[in-house]
């Protein structure tokens, strides 16, 4: 509106979804880089996608190899153990990404649908907030939501969009 004036946010605590994807070195860098200029609470939430475990119980379900197309058997444990094996190998990339500064940081894993493990992420009472959902492109336009607004299907969008959202109390 006319006359109006942007009122400046404090941004008190980033959640930054990760899920079995690759993550770059960059990108957690940069994620910690933007903690430390805002001064900001980490909270890195690896999401183990309860729709993939589901999908790897199915029966003809199946998993080729790349690059070189042999076709194992598909395995709930192994996959279970892939992806713990993944959470750690993030922590630790997450944790030497935020070695050089004063952040203060945790990690966790949830199993749950990734909108279900943001917004109960988000429902900790950590607003104004930063949400970074898995694949998130950190240098995009940010939208603007206020926690009120922010239910599941819009979540849901802003995920699949890969949207990063400051949420607002």
């Known amino acids: 509106m006319a006359g109006e004036r ?25 994620i910690a880089a933007l903690a430390a200029e ?24 199946d998993e080729v190899g ?6 194992p ?16 190998a993030l922590r630790s990339a997450l944790a030497l990404a ?7 940081w945790s990690f966790r894993v ?11 992420a988000l429902a900790e009472g950590h607003a104004p907030a930063l949400l970074i959902p898995p694949r998130g492109k950190l240098h995009s336009k940010r939208e603007v939501v206020h926690l009120r607004h922010l239910d599941d299907a819009l979540l849901r969008e802003l995920i699949a969009a890969a949207s990063t959202v400051l949420v607002l109390p």
């Open 6 to 30: 942007a009122e400046e946010v404090k941004i008190r605590r980033i959640v930054a979804g990760f899920d079995a994807g690759a993550c770059r070195r960059e990108t957690l860098q940069a």
């Open 38 to 61: 805002t001064q900001a609470e980490l909270l890195g939430l690896f999401i183990e996608d309860t729709a993939l475990l589901e999908l790897a119980r199915l029966p003809f379900a």
């Open 66 to 71: 790349y690059p070189s197309a042999v076709r």
């Open 73 to 88: 058997t598909l395995d709930v444990a192994t996959l279970e153990r892939a992806l713990r094996a993944r959470a750690e």
């Open 98 to 104: 935020l070695e050089s500064t004063t952040v203060a």
């Open 110 to 120: 949830a199993r749950e649908a990734p909108s279900q493990a943001l917004a109960a």
